[in-house]
């Protein structure tokens, strides 16, 4: 086989697809691998560079690889999508991977390495405990008011509601059981936030640059310990408006014939930490980042 110098792979549960070429662009791999003999199969050949997309396990895989001595571009699917032919199938995915990785301007996702994937899973455990409690909060509330019990919004209330409904005793006793289990589950997911939150925080203070971007006007500890896990190498960004753009901030482009057309917020970049950021305007500005950029 000719040297390879770059493949193109396209992943899923089972099946790998791959596309190689050498040094004069011609195909001299097209070749499918089942899971368990993806890494026996890398092994074996000489250091290459191998495109993936960015999607489930691919920082796994690119971990792997790497220790095999290869080179690893990840690349978000729609910067890929174009370079894709019609009829779509794994074939032609590895091969628009393996184009798409070649062209000088491709944008490429930074590997994550297992701390920063743990830490990132914690981030999100916590994001899960907070949305279940907030669709437990809102089914108490709309029970108990078919019963005509209503309280104000806020979680200092529920507890003063659930106690309300377990006093009640014009309540059916099968409406006031079910309240009951709904009021335990939500005294369980208090318990676990409180120690995810703590495990936050821990990390937040075992981590230098979330520390130091807490001292930040308007910057809590865990817009500093999402900025760190999301964000990366801060050298990526030429300036606080690139930044502002990989975070969705900037305009929708449509402009044609010479003519500007700017459209609404893009909101193309990590949902979870621009919302953390858009909370508080000034945090934006202490980042550098303009107000018209998207405020």
Known sequence: MDQIIRI???????????????????????????????????????????????????????????????????????????????????GRDAEGLCEAMSRPTMQFVPVKSEEQQA??????????????????????????????????????????????????????????????????????????LKAIEARLMAWHRANADSRRLAQIPGIGPIGATTLVMKTPDPRAFPSSRHFAAWLGLTPKDHSTAGKTRLGKITRAGDERLRSVLERDGSSLNRLGIPKSEGF
Not at 46 to 63: D, F, K, L, N, Q
Not at 120 to 133: D, F, K, P, T
Not at 142 to 170: H, M, R, S, V
């Open 8 to 90: 193109g792979m396209d992943t899923s549960k089972h099946i790998f697809q791959l596309h190689g070429v050498d040094a004069a662009e011609q195909v001299v791999l097209r070749r499918k691998l089942r899971r368990s003999q993806v890494l026996s199969f890398f092994a074996k050949l000489p250091p290459t560079v191998i495109g993936m997309e960015a999607c489930g396990a691919a920082h796994y895989w690119a971990r792997e690889l790497r220790k095999l001595g290869h080179e690893v571009k990840l690349m978000a699917p729609q910067h890929v999508k174009a370079y894709v032919k019609r009829n779509k199938n794994d």
């Open 119 to 192: 830490a990132l899973m914690l981030a999100g455990v916590r994001e899960q405990l907070i949305a279940r409690r907030t669709q437990l909060c809102n089914a108490i509330r709309g029970y108990a008011a078919e019963f005509g019990l209503t309280a104000a919004k806020g979680l200092d209330k529920i507890e003063p509601l659930l106690a309300w409904i377990a006093q009640d005793k014009t309540l059916p006793a099968m409406a006031r059981e079910l309240l009951a289990l709904q009021g335990k589950d939500y005294a369980r997911l208090q318990i676990e």
